[in-house]
């Protein structure tokens, strides 16, 4: 059974950094592209990060580039998301997301999510 | 970036009923060299995360029912649930993947009578 549990989440000031963590189970999670998807209280959703399967190559909305750094260990089958300089606007729920097999796919499975609230 | 109009915002139904809603995107999201349509559709349950119903404009994930349908191409794409159950009360976004960054619709929220 494939599963995505996300941790790392809380309250940040503005300004600060954290990260977050995915941990990965049920595939082989080297063989997948993985993402980052979030959601402020009650919005849509907006997606913030993917990563190839290797790692060589990351993509971003201009939103959060710069700031966020998405990376992945696939030694521990783990997806991170480094978020520096925050902001109150990042404040929202984070989804760890696997894409589907092939090019520019959709998101087949989702982790519960872990929420990140920016405010001093 | 590629804009994604999602409408209604909100469907108020009884079960039963057919429904349909609408995504329609800036630039078409067809991709020529496969004839692919590279647009989605997720549901999302209060409470819980969204889950992939629809890929490929038409292709419904593992384990939908099929009463959800997806239809389209190019910049105009439709989800219709053929016999609403009141377990499909959610919020329902479309997303494009055809090219970075990707981006969603606003969602409809399907309610029920």
């Known amino acids: 059974e494939v599963q995505l549990v996300e941790s790392g989440g809380g309250l940040v000031q503005p300004g600060r950094s954290l990260k977050l963590s995915c941990a990965a189970s049920?595939?082989?999670?080297?063989?997948?592209?993985m993402a980052w998807v979030r959601q402020a209280p009650k919005k849509g959703l907006e997606w913030v990060a993917t990563i190839s399967t290797s790692g060589s190559r990351t993509y971003y909305p201009d939103s959060v580039k710069g700031r966020f750094t998405i990376s992945r260990d696939n030694a521990k089958s783990s997806l991170y998301l480094q978020m520096n300089s925050l902001k109150s606007e990042d404040t929202a729920t984070y989804y760890c997301a696997r894409g589907l097999p092939g090019y520019r796919a959709p998101f087949d499975y989702w982790g519960q999510g872990v929420m990140v609230t920016v405010s001093s | 970036d590629i804009l994604i109009n999602q409408s209604p915002a909100s469907l108020t139904v009884s079960a039963g009923e057919k429904v349909t809603m609408s995504c329609k995107s800036s630039?078409?999201?067809?991709?020529?060299?496969?004839?692919?349509?590279?647009l989605a559709w997720y549901q999302q349950k209060p409470g819980q995360f969204p889950k992939l119903l629809i890929y490929?404009?038409?292709n419904r994930h593992t384990g939908v029912p099929d009463r959800f349908t997806g239809s389209g191409s190019g910049t105009d794409f439709t989800l219709t649930i053929s016999s609403v159950q009141a377990e499909d009360l959610a919020d329902y976004y479309c997303e494009q993947t055809y090219s970075y960054p990707y981006t969603f619709g606003a969602g409809t929220k399907l309610e029920l009578k």
């Open positions: 049920g595939f082989t999670f080297s063989n997948y592209y």
């Open positions: 490929g404009a038409s």
């Open positions: 630039q078409s999201l067809l991709y020529s060299e496969n004839n692919q349509d590279y």
